[in-house]
């Protein structure tokens, strides 16, 4: 298995921009597809975005389309998640998860992303 490390979360005010990063340990990290997924309070994880193994086919929730960018550079290990004109509903833990499109086999530890009104 990869083992996953987020960074990049904060605080920041609406409309704002934060990149989030996943970066994946081990030789294997480029066979994996990588999804990011968040968690708010009291509400159920949601899938956010992912990005195939060949960086080839992307996906993203309605909710984040066309704010939300993913991407992916090998020869770093890390998949990214740039967010703009975040709102304070995408106040939440944002995780990143490598294995396919459905399948998620590591899990990074979350990183906490707040956006104040």
């Known amino acids: 298995q990869v083992q996953l490390v987020e960074s990049g979360g904060g605080l920041v005010q609406a409309g704002g921009t934060l990149n989030l990063s996943c970066a994946g340990s081990?030789?294997?990290?480029?066979?994996?597809?990588v999804n990011w997924f968040r968690q708010a309070p009291g509400k159920e994880r949601e899938f956010v975005a992912a990005?195939?193994?060949?960086?080839?086919?992307?996906r993203y929730a309605d909710s984040v389309k066309g704010r939300f960018t993913i991407s992916r550079d090998f020869a770093n290990s890390t998949v990214y998640l740039q967010m703009s004109s975040l709102k304070p509903d995408d106040t939440a833990v944002y995780s990143c998860?490598?294995?396919?499109?459905?399948?998620?086999?590591?899990w990074g530890q979350g990183t906490q992303v707040t956006v104040s009104s």
């Open positions: 081990g030789r294997t990290f480029s066979v994996y597809a």
């Open positions: 990005i195939s193994s060949t960086g080839s086919t992307i």
């Open positions: 998860a490598a294995g396919s499109f459905s399948r998620y086999d590591s």
